[in-house]
């Protein structure tokens, strides 16, 4: 048992991390902690969204939209003084892209050129991936072909700067060591699993005067009642994660000025799996679409503000406008499930629908798969059945395609249609489907190789038709509304954007609102 | 290891046991004396009326659903409404005459889904009860009545097993019988069997953990008789030890047993409800009491607490826990259960 | 002498055990790696389980994870890569340890003395009261008990902290909500045990010799009844001083309780096994003094 000196700023994070390797990670909490003791070329600005300089002060693009020059400021140091240099920038790189290293998000570097070859191990030499030191301060990038949204790639951990000098030492144990070496404004004071993890403010950041705070502590707390309860007693000051929000009070908490909803790029929806029959026929797919009213679900079941979905890509991502998908039309999915051979859903197979339930957590996706099948039930006289499994089972029964149909979701990477559009693109990982459209392969590849904004919207609006209104291997059924709850006047620097993405730099307790610490 | 750890209470497995034994007194049966006993016993008698009445309700209400349907449209209706998995737009009402146990956050009758959850949490108690006893009872009394190696080797088993956590094995079951029992062509041929199959893999998988402590008790009981005088003259007239086993060990055995039963029926059904907090125990939209408990411990908030998705569905587990307990306590007493 | 011997099976039993556990840990589907934002190429999974040997055959796994504990690597963990299994312990259990006694002694605190009251005042009110009591709390499953416990004391009344581990006032909640059910338990065990020695011969025959009382009672009886509760504490304290999920996870408090479910739905192999292994080694070890106690307290047990 211990008591803590205070910190400036609570925050309640959800999850304990993973790991705090920026390389391996690939949870939402995860990311929040590293992006604050680890930067990129470029950071997040909290108020947009959007890449600014970090590391490097400012970049030339090629006119072909290929090659990334990139400055490095000049008076960069890691915390325990060493100075960082472009090369490792490129060390870090090729560490990401490593085979040996296994990191799940380094398909985000696969636009540089001949990354995802070295990544398949099919090249060894790394002096052949698209990014090479050209000198102690320039950084240069080959991209395959021109990409929008790197410079937002190069915000993520994932392309952030790590201490060669302490991964030599220790190789995979290397987060360890202490003082852990760390290039961004915070540096790990300590590490304690289950409890808490606390930064302490880096001083030799580049941009440590404007660093906020000086103690921030991030508590991986995941019961949002418990979240709650700690919030109200002062004991935490901001608590942010999706999941940590107790839907069944909402109606009382929003209109509370200190709980702030806000869109942001994700979407839950639900996959079918198309190699099963009778979900290979898209007009039961279709069917079982229109079934669904959406507003009913996000009204008495969610309620939070989201926006029900009719296509995939949330409202808001940048640049682009998606098509209209379909919407909640009983008749016509009486109707069309009747022309596939099951009216009034007469001998339609006994069906599945799956979802993951963590350990004496939150409820939420079961509510809306009863939702949904009394709904089914209702209007078409399909009886779906409910399948709970646990996260792990969940996620490898997806994966290998065995299951009828299933609750999914996805957070947008960075701020483009493309996150959430590639993802059904034949074989790709994360497609989970079994779908397979050529045309649709076709138009994101296109799409991707270009930059001129309307004409790649107007691919992405084709491909997006395709998959939200003909061909249906997803259900959209909502948009995800964030909340974040923290009183606006202790707190500051928070700011809500459309990728979620709130900065630790930039958040600051108002002076004379100390965290209160437990008497009662 | 579990919060609540299934064993039936290693308590007598310390203190010695003896079967009531026919001594010097009036010929009255030990059945007889036992059921005099009982009689006298206050809390058991009250606890049997209870359950009696609790098995009543249950079974009553669903066929009275089922029934209303023939009674015309206005009880159709009310039938419809007060089905357990039926959603209204009711949500959250609190108690009111038409749902006396008022509504969930789906706008279902919570007092229906008390009472079909009532369904699931005993027959999952009392089969899971009977798995146990089942393996239980064969394993101790094997072990027992083999002696030697055989009985070294079981008992060895046993402990091994004691060691394990629980609730690893548990997951394991769970997870693992329900993806390799799907594969079998008998059950991809028939949805019912399907559809029951996770209830299935409860009531073994609960019996499989509670079989431990009773295999210990039935050994160290027929280890005990194998000494007495009944069975030596038995054996002296050419009985085969597996006529023994049956006809005079096994009965002599079976008073201890089912006292044992009714208290591990309550801590299993104590561990089933433990798993539906989990989430790994009946799937929506089924209910059991420990599925509609963490529905309800959910909503205790510092802002407004449905109570009655607490209070209804944890005092009919806890009054029901209370009544087997009584009962079982009944039980041993009167059947003189102790040293 | 024969408890030197049954240490020494103490290794053996533990291999099983832990070949047991890992055996049970890989039969289950799903694996430590799947992530719900999947790596855009299959390779980098099969490169994470190469990495982490679990592309080998079971038993080629297993003797590898043997010849780590030869060395007293319980190997790392797989879902915490930073982290080993023995960080994690290191960390957990010193935390669910200090829960796990205070629960204990609130358990034997308040057992013992209802156990006692109810045997000696059988059939009086004072046994009605106490024994519905003490079944009461052996009826209430934990995770109902603790939110409960959170909305009088914390949220009604603010009279304690609503959750964390930073000062001896946090652990009250957390002391009581684990300790009741086993408080009574210990209670039902103790009054059992006084009922049976009450009855005893030797009682009789020493009430005859004209012995007080309250010197029977204590001195006697006492020795003989708490053997139950002692046999009970064995498994007992193997639970309370690993953790308990639903109480560590309902009030955030820091332990392995947590760790023993999520290592297993995680499928964290080798942390599920090292925690199998924890626990089957407490357990152990508390049944051998469990079996020490009653070589003390009755001296009809002898061992050979």
Known sequence: MRRDPPADVTIINYSEPQSLDPAIISAQPDMRIVSGMFEGLTRTDPKTGSAVPGLAERWEISPDGRIYTFHLRTNLVWSTGEPIRAADVVYSWIRTLDPMTASDYAGQLFYVKNAEAFNAAKIKDPSQVGVTALDPFTVQVQLNHPTVFFLDVCAMPLASVVPRQAIEKMSDAWIKIRPLPVSGPYELDFWRLNDKVRLRKNPRYWDAANTQSKIIDLLPIGSASSALNLYDRGQADIVWDKELVPTELLDVLLPRPDFHTYTYLATYFVRFNVTRKPFDDPRVRKALALAIDKNRIVQRITRGGEQPATHLVPDGAANYESPPGLGYDPELARKLLAEAGFPGGKNFPRMEYMFNAPAGGGKIHEKIAIEMQQMWRDTLGVDIELRQLEMQVYLTEQDQLHYDLSRSSWIGDYNDANTFLNMFVTDDGNNRTGWSNKHYDELIRQANEITDVPAREKLFQEAETILVKDELPIIPLFFYAGINYFDTNKIEGVYTNIVDLHPLQSIRKIMGHATRNTKD | ?339 | MYFLRRLAYMIPLLLVVSAVSFWLVHLAPGGPFDKEHAPASPQIKRNLEAKYHLNEPIWKQYARYVGGLARGDFGPSLKYRDHSVTDIVRQGLPVSMLLGWLAFGFAMGVGLPVGFITAVRRGRWQDHVGSFLAILAVCIPGFVVAPILVLVFTIKWHLLPVALWESPVHAVLPTIALGLYFSGKVARLFREGMLNTMQMEFVTAARAKGLGESTLLFRHAVRLAVLPVVSYAGPMLADLLTGSFVIENIFQIPGLGVFFINSSLNKDYTLTVGLAVLYAALLIVLNLAVDFGYMLLDPRVKYE
């Open chain 2, 1 to 339: 290891m579990s919060d609540q750890k299934v064993e039936s209470p290693n308590t007598d497995s310390s203190s010695a046991m003896a079967v009531a034994s026919p001594g010097a007194r009036p010929p009255a049966s030990p059945a007889q004396r036992a059921w005099r006993r009982f009689r006298k016993n206050g809390p058991a008698l009250l606890s049997s009326c209870y359950i009696a009445l609790l098995l009543i309700v249950i079974v009553g209400w669903p066929l009275a659903l089922k029934l209303t349907k023939f009674a015309g449209p206005g009880a159709a209706t009310w039938a419809k409404s007060h089905a357990p998995e039926q959603l209204s737009d009711g949500q959250f009402q609190p108690p009111n005459t038409q749902h006396w146990f008022g509504t969930d956050e789906h706008g279902r009758d919570v007092l229906s889904r008390v009472l079909y959850g009532a369904q699931i949490s005993l027959l999952v108690g009392f089969v899971g009860a009977t798995v146990s006893l089942v393996i239980g009872v064969l394993w101790g009394a094997i072990a027992g009545s083999a002696g030697g190696r055989v009985d070294s080797v079981m008992m060895r088993t046993v402990d091994v097993l004691y060691s394990l956590p629980s609730i690893i094995f548990v997951i394991v079951l769970m997870t693992t019988l329900g993806e390799k029992l799907k594969q079998l062509p008998v059950v991809k041929a028939s949805p019912a069997l399907q559809k029951d199959l996770r209830l299935a893999i409860l009531f073994v998988g609960l019996g499989a953990i509670s079989w431990l402590t009773m295999a210990r008790i039935v050994r160290g009981q027929v280890l005990s008789l194998r000494t007495r005088p009944f069975v030596d003259a038995s054996r002296a007239l050419g009985a085969s030890p597996l006529r023994i086993l049956v006809r005079h060990i096994i009965p002599n055995v079976f008073g201890v047993v089912i006292v044992y039963l009714t208290l591990t029926v309550p801590s299993i059904v104590l561990y089933e409800s433990f798993l539906s907090y989990l989430g790994l125990g009946v799937q929506p939209p089924m209910a059991s009491w420990g599925s509609l408990i963490s529905e309800g411990v959910d909503q205790i908030n510092p802002i407004r607490i449905y109570w009655w998705m607490i209070v209804f569905p944890g005092g009919v587990l806890v009054s029901t826990l209370l009544a087997l307990n009584f009962l079982g306590d009944g039980l041993r007493d009167a059947w003189d259960v102790k040293g």
